[in-house]
């Protein structure tokens, strides 16, 4: 059984809550981080990396001087400025090249290939509790994110061969491609919001994207009680479209406490959130069956 954590923005505390329900729940739990852009998630856990891969997810042109006849087909045919002209030879910018081959199709030497280029690195973790989490890291301006995320679910899934096992997802935050191969396949899903316009209108667009994949979403408002009002608008459209409305975290100073210290907030008996974020998992876990 899969649960993702997702938001349609970033910073509506999402990752917080995942930690928090990674310390929940049982040993034999997986966890996967799929914010590969920025993974964070075992930041928040004293672990150690057991296996470490490299990722390739884009390819890169290459031109060989030797048999490039210094046509010029190549740059014009480049939608991206990706090949400069050099005395007798064309060479390629690796910073703008997208690997579209269209430099290759055209190419009358045969002068142009394609190589592989290492995109990030997939990383498996044990953390104290002696469970699994996996993660990734794409390299700054690098491609393949929903692809990278693919493989890192991959190897949560082969962790999990008996399929008796809950494997518990933070997600991408936003809509796009990284989110949607996030939730692929998952049968649960925790959509964390904020009262703020923003805050709504980015859940609303989350949510057709968990309805589309037909995963059953539940629904957690941070800080509700910093807008009162924007959160009693979330609620009311929560109830016409029938999604629960699993928990109200109130605004907590702790909070800082807890990520300054990187350990999990629940691990705080006198956080008010945390103890919110209990009451959520609990629930959560009934609605789970697990």
């Not at 690098?142 to 494997?167: C, F, M, T």
């Not at 929560?238 to 990520?259: A, F, L, T, W």
Request: hydrophobic content about 35%; overall charge negative.
């Amino acid at each position: 059984m899969q649960l993702v954590i997702l938001s349609g923005k970033g910073g509506t505390g999402k990752t917080t809550i995942v930690s928090c329900f990674a310390y929940l729940a049982d040993p034999s739990s997986i966890k996967v981080d799929c914010d590969v852009d920025a993974s964070n998630l075992h930041l928040m856990f004293n672990g150690k990396d057991i296996e470490e891969q490299a990722f390739t997810g884009s390819k890169k042109a290459i031109i060989d001087p030797n048999k490039c006849i210094n046509c010029g087909l190549c740059s014009d045919v480049c939608r991206f400025d990706a090949i400069d002209k050099r005395e007798s030879y064309y060479e390629v910018n690796e910073l703008r090249c997208e690997g579209c081959n269209a430099c290759r199709v055209v190419c009358p030497a045969d002068a142009i290939t394609l190589e592989e280029e290492d995109s990030g690195k997939k990383i498996l973790t044990v953390l104290e509790d002696d469970s699994y989490l996996s993660r990734a890291s794409l390299y700054p301006g690098a491609d393949g994110s929903g692809k990278l995320i693919s493989e890192i679910r991959k190897v949560s899934l082969e962790l999990n061969k008996e399929k008796n096992k809950l494997i518990i997802i933070d997600g991408s935050p936003g809509i796009g491609c990284p989110v949607m191969s996030s939730i692929t396949g998952v049968e649960y899903g925790l959509l964390v919001t904020e009262p703020t316009q923003s805050g709504f209108e980015d859940f609303i667009r989350a949510y057709e994207l968990t309805k589309h994949f037909r995963v059953k979403s539940f629904v957690a408002i941070n800080k509700y009680d910093l807008n009162y009002e924007m959160s009693e608008k979330i609620e009311e459209y929560c109830n016409e479209e029938g999604i629960k409305v699993i928990g109200k975290i109130p605004y907590d100073s702790v909070v800082n406490k807890s990520n300054f210290e990187s350990k999990p907030l629940v691990m705080y008996n006198e956080s008010i959130a945390g103890n919110e974020i209990k009451k959520m998992w609990d629930l959560l876990k009934i609605e789970m069956g697990v």
